[in-house]
């Protein structure tokens, strides 16, 4: 929210809108300080997180950056709700409507 707060609603609202407000819950948690920190702030191209944590959950997991973190730790469904919500942002934002 600190560096892409329109881009955060962007997505946010498109996934609610497109029936995917139960992957894109609207509650802010902690900042995360990682390597979109440079992206933003020395590239100044706005870029957002999209993580799947259940509600509450203050860890990552102890898979989380490991080489224990792979495929198996991704939710299908979820992956597939972030992939069109992130591809019907690109398209609208290219111009095209649906």
């Known amino acids: 929210m600190q560096y892409a707060r329109g ?5 946010w609202t498109l996934a609610k809108n497109m029936g995917y407000g139960n992957f894109f819950v609207n509650e802010l948690s902690g900042g995360v300080t990682d390597d979109h920190y440079f992206v933003n702030t020395i590239a100044r191209i706005p870029s957002i997180d999209i993580i799947n944590k259940p509600a509450g959950d203050q860890s990552f997991g102890d898979h989380w950056h490991t080489v224990n973190d792979d495929m198996s730790n991704i939710d299908k469904k979820s992956l597939r709700a972030v992939g069109q919500v992130v591809l019907a942002v690109i398209y609208k934002e290219s111009g095209n409507s649906f």
């Open 7 to 11: 881009l955060t609603n962007k997505v």
